[in-house]
């Protein structure tokens, strides 16, 4: 009697280790997921990104217009020349579809430009433009000033953010 009850335990024993042993198989795959997007980061450590839409919509200097810019590259990462959308409205929200843009900007406290001399190339429509040859050549923090002529009404803003 008491060997056959140990011999019950002992297979008990054996399927709860079996089931112990199976258990972390989920936990496994999970972790080759986490890896995975450990890896895309790991495209940061070359000298920073940023997520495409991670610029808040401003309103230029005298308040004219609102401009928004999603980049067309996502995330953001450095010395890999790319196109951005920018998105141009009225501070009422009609969007302005015949405007001049002009593009400038650079790392402030690195004294240098863009390595490369951005511009818009092509009117989308719906207030959406094109801006093509952006590229950053290192991480830090970087401004890009946008000129906005529509008719006769012109405006400067100005966006700062950081690839890091
Ligand atoms: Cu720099």
């Known amino acids: 009697m008491a060997v056959r009850f140990c011999a019950c335990l002992l297979i008990s024993t054996l399927l709860l280790s ?3 042993a199976v258990a972390p198989l989920p936990q496994v795959s999970g972790d080759g997921m986490a890896m995975d997007s450990e890896d895309k980061a790991g495209m940061d450590m ?8 991670a610029l808040e919509p401003q309103t230029t200097e005298n308040g004219l217009f609102t401009i928004t ?8 990462v450095i010395n890999e020349t790319h196109a951005w ?3 141009i ?7 302005v579809s015949e405007a001049e843009i002009t593009i400038d900007g650079g790392m ?4 240098h430009g863009f390595p490369t001399a951005p511009r818009v190339t092509e009117n989308l429509g719906d207030g959406d433009y094109l801006l093509e040859g952006m590229r950053f050549n290192m991480g830090g923090v970087w401004v890009m000033t946008l000129g906005i002529t ?7 803003v100005t966006f700062e953010f950081e690839l890091k």
């Open 18 to 20: 079996a089931c112990s």
């Open 46 to 53: 070359s000298g920073g990104s940023m997520l495409a839409d």
């Open 69 to 76: 810019a999603i980049s067309r590259l996502d995330p953001v």
């Open 85 to 87: 959308t920018l998105h």
């Open 89 to 95: 409205e009225t501070t009422d929200g009609s969007p």
């Open 108 to 111: 402030p406290a690195h004294n």
């Open 150 to 156: 529509s008719g006769d009404q012109n405006d400067v």
